[in-house]
Nanobody, 117 residues
Framework: HVQLVESGGDSVQAGGSLRLSCEAS?????MGWFRQAPGKEREGVAS??????NYADSVKGRFTISRDSAKKTVFLQMNSLKPEDSGMYYC????????????????WGQGTQVTVS
């Protein structure tokens, strides 16, 4: 059974930075960060697997995903934040980028809110 706990979300001004954390127990495979703004689809923005990372074009060069396997934690460093980055951020055992069907992913955490103004 996979358990996911996200944290680190906050309200920041445009241009600011945040670091999100995801404690992932029971899973060591591909992990992704997803986000969902009100009225929009949930979308994958970053993924990591065996040291290789991938990013959606919208966050490339600003976001960095990393993993501490010993601590079973996946991080998302977000720099140069924009208002369009606002939304609920989730981690999940899935490496797809772009829009995803929420029901197509087996596990989701409770999410952490990011608001950029």
């Amino acid at each position: 059974h996979v358990q996911l706990v996200e944290s680190g979300g906050d309200s920041v001004q445009a241009g600011g930075s945040l670091r999100l954390s995801c404690e992932a127990s029971g899973y060591t495979g591909c992990m992704g960060w997803f986000r969902q703004a009100p009225g929009k689809e949930r979308e994958g923005v970053a993924s990591i697997y065996r040291g290789n990372s991938n990013y959606a074009d919208s966050v490339k060069g600003r976001f960095t995903i990393s993993r501490d396997s010993a601590k079973k934690t996946v991080f998302l460093q977000m720099n140069s934040l924009k208002p369009e980055d606002s939304g609920m951020y989730y981690c999940a055992p899935d490496c797809r980028l772009g829009a995803v069907n929420v029901n197509s992913v087996a596990y989701w955490g409770q999410g952490t809110q990011v608001t950029v103004s």
